[in-house]
C-alpha cells in the first residue's frame, strides 16, 4: 500500500453545477490513496482524522464511486471515514482474480479491510448496491472471529463492529414498486452486451438514458438540488472500466439482495430507508428488519432512493445516534 501524489483533489465546488455540501466538504481531510487486492489497484479516500476511535468503511452503488457519498462524509465528524471506488468503477481498475459479482467483490471487501490493518472500531457501511456486497460479505464470512494483529489493527477475517446499509436493497429488484423499470434495465443491459464493443459502450454511456435515471430516482422539489443531482450522474454514472465490468456487476445487482445475507449477520444493524424508495419499499424495508439478529430500522421521509444526496445530514445524525449507542 502506498499514498499517492496528489497536489489537488477534485473537489465539488469545482463542478460545473455548485455543490449544496461543499463548504462542509472542504472542512474534511482527505487523502487519496490506493492499494492492489485481488489484481485490481483500488484508488480510496480517506477522510477525517486519521487516528479516530472509529472508521467507517464506504462501499457506493451500481455504476458510482466514491463522489456518492461525499454529501455523507461532509456532514459526520469526529470519525475517520475510508471511500474506495468499487474494482472496475471510478478510479480503481478491475479485479483479475476474482468476478465482479458479489462473491468476487465480498471477497475484495474482506481483503481491502484488512490490508487497511485498522485500529479501534470498524463500521461498515453500504449504499444500494454496495449494502449487498457488505452484506455478501459478512454473511460468507459469519463463523469467523476478529482477528486482531500485534498493534491492535484488524486483520484478514475480522468481523466488524456495528454495520449501516443505506438504501438497503431489500427483496428481488423484479418485485419493487417499479420492477417495470427494472424489467426495461435488465433489456437495456441486454442490448448493451450483445451489441458490438464499440455500440454497447456507447449505450451504456448514453447521456440522455443516464438524465432519465436521474429524473427517475430524484424526488427533491428543489430546483438548484435536482440539477447538482443530475450532474453528478453525469460526471460520475459512466466511470467505469469496461464493459464487460458493468454488466457482470449489473447482474450481481438484480440476481441477489440484502434479504438472502440478513440472518447470518449477527452485528448491531443500521438500516438507513426512504419513505419514497422506488427500489425497496418501506414496506420490505420493515420485513428485512425482522431477518436480522440484532437490527434498527431508521426511515427518512419524502425522499426516495437517493438518501445520500438529498438528506444527508439526516443520514449523518442517524449514523451518528446509532454509533453513540453502541460506544
Known amino acids: 500500500m502506498r499514498t499517492v501524489a496528489c497536489p489537488v483533489l477534485p473537489r465539488l465546488e469545482a463542478m460545473t453545477v455548485t455543490s449544496p455540501y461543499a463548504d462542509a466538504l472542504e472542512r474534511v481531510p482527505v487523502r487519496e490513496e490506493e492499494v492492489g487486492i485481488l489484481g485490481s489497484t483500488t484508488r480510496y479516500w480517506d477522510y477525517g482524522e486519521p487516528d479516530a476511535a472509529t472508521t467507517l468503511v464506504l462501499v457506493h452503488g451500481f455504476r458510482g464511486d466514491h463522489h456518492g457519498l461525499e454529501p455523507v462524509v461532509a456532514q459526520l465528524d469526529g470519525v475517520r471515514m475510508v471511500s474506495p471506488d468499487l474494482p472496475g468503477f471510478g478510479a480503481s481498475t478491475p479485479m483479475t482474480e476474482a468476478a465482479h459479482d458479489i462473491q468476487g467483490y465480498g471477497r475484495w471487501l474482506q481483503e481491502f479491510v484488512a490490508a487497511l490493518d485498522l485500529g479501534g472500531r470498524v463500521v461498515l457501511l453500504g449504499h444500494s448496491f454496495g449494502s449487498i456486497v457488505v452484506a455478501g460479505s459478512l454473511a460468507e464470512h459469519a463463523g469467523e472471529g476478529a482477528v486482531a494483529g500485534d498493534d491492535g489493527g484488524v486483520g484478514a477475517g475480522a468481523r466488524p463492529d456495528a454495520v449501516v446499509l443505506v438504501n438497503p436493497i431489500g427483496q428481488?429488484?423484479?418485485?419493487?414498486?417499479?420492477?417495470?423499470?427494472?424489467?426495461?434495465?435488465?433489456?437495456?443491459?441486454?442490448?448493451?452486451?450483445?451489441?458490438?464493443?464499440?455500440?454497447?459502450?456507447?449505450?451504456?454511456?448514453?447521456?440522455?438514458?443516464?438524465?432519465?435515471?436521474?429524473?427517475?430516482?430524484?424526488?427533491?422539489?428543489?430546483?438548484?438540488?435536482?440539477?447538482?443531482?443530475?450532474?453528478?450522474?453525469?460526471?460520475?454514472?459512466?466511470?467505469?472500466?469496461?464493459?464487460?465490468?458493468?454488466?457482470?456487476?449489473?447482474?450481481?445487482?438484480?440476481?441477489?439482495?440484502?434479504?438472502?445475507?440478513?440472518?447470518?449477520?449477527?452485528?448491531?444493524?443500521?438500516?438507513?430507508?426512504?419513505?419514497?424508495?422506488?427500489?425497496?419499499?418501506?414496506?420490505?424495508?420493515?420485513?428485512?428488519?425482522?431477518?436480522?439478529?440484532?437490527?434498527?430500522?431508521?426511515?427518512?421521509?419524502?425522499?426516495g432512493h437517493l438518501i445520500h444526496y438529498e438528506t444527508p445530514v439526516d443520514a449523518a445524525r442517524a449514523i451518528e445516534r446509532f454509533l453513540r449507542g453502541r460506544s
Do not use: C
Not at 454497447?200 to 438540488?225: C, E, P, Q, W, Y
Not at 467505469?240 to 458493468?246: A, I, T
Open 172 to 303: 428481488p429488484a423484479l418485485e419493487g414498486p417499479r420492477g417495470v423499470f427494472t424489467r426495461l434495465a435488465i433489456f437495456y443491459y441486454w442490448l448493451a452486451a450483445v451489441l458490438p464493443e464499440r455500440l454497447g459502450f456507447a449505450l451504456l454511456r448514453n447521456r440522455l438514458i443516464v438524465r432519465v435515471m436521474s429524473i427517475t430516482m430524484a424526488k427533491t422539489k428543489d430546483a438548484a438540488l435536482r440539477r447538482w443531482i443530475h450532474d453528478q450522474h453525469d460526471r460520475y454514472f459512466s466511470a467505469f472500466s469496461d464493459r464487460q465490468v458493468v454488466l457482470e456487476a449489473f447482474r450481481a445487482s438484480v440476481s441477489h439482495d440484502v434479504s438472502e445475507y440478513a440472518a447470518r449477520i449477527p452485528e448491531p444493524t443500521l438500516l438507513l430507508a426512504a419513505e419514497k424508495d422506488d427500489i425497496t419499499p418501506v414496506a420490505a424495508e420493515y420485513r428485512l428488519q425482522t431477518l436480522f439478529p440484532q437490527a434498527e430500522l431508521v426511515v427518512i421521509p419524502k425522499v
